[in-house]
């Protein structure tokens, strides 16, 4: 889980990269070390918060559904801090799922007794980061996000 | 993650603490349920989050269940010392429109 140079990365800008199979401990593991390596590069904790959960609920998606039938899951992921903005890529070769557009959008006004349970990991990145992208390229699904860091460290909800 | 309990004039009073992630909200979610739920489980509870640093949506789907089904009993769940960053994620979620959210636990224990 050593940081390193993540892809097409010609600059010596921060990187961090790591692989992770069907293992949620290993996911906790991850996330500890991802927070480690924003802090470490000066991004505030707010900033890192947003990311980390971000990459969570994808990567959770991934290993509970996305790769379910799968006996390796081989997730790869990294992060590069550049020009303000911290960029993440995230790929697998699980069943091809664009989250951004197939993932059912929650109705968040609805009262409690009418919520649904669950349905919500996507919507929160899609509301924390600055930008997501979805693509399938041969057998790998390769989502990527950005978030600015140099705006809105404030709260994002109204 | 780590959940201690007491009582507090009738309302039991719940603090996670460390991180509610996908790995660990089972845990979360049956140590809430036997403390809330149950033949003899409280009806009246303050969620404490001032020692949570983490909690993603397994940990929140947990808090939606436990709402549900207080308010089925004429119960009350009331959340507080929320940190600045899950704050955010509930009120992306409008979880702050179907939960009661306080600043302080005293605030939180008033609401009862």
Redesign the interface.
Known sequence: MAPRRGPGGKSKAPAFSCKLDKDLGELSEMLVALEEFAEKHGVSPLQTQRITLSVDELVTNIIKYGTRALEHAHIHMWATIADGTFHIEIEDHGIPFDPFHEAPVPDTTLPLEERPIGGLGVFLVQSLMTTTNYERIKDRNRITLTRSLTAGDQEEAQ | MNLTDETKNGVLVLSPQG?I????SSEFEQAVMAHAIGPEGATQVVMNFGGLD?I???G??VL??L??RL?GVKGKLVLCEMK??I???F????FN???TITDTEADALERF
């Open positions: 991180r992630d996908t790995r660990t983490y993603n949506s397994t929140m789907r939606l269940i709402a549900k308010a600045e960053h704050l955010e994620v009120k992306i979620s409008g429109q179907i939960l």
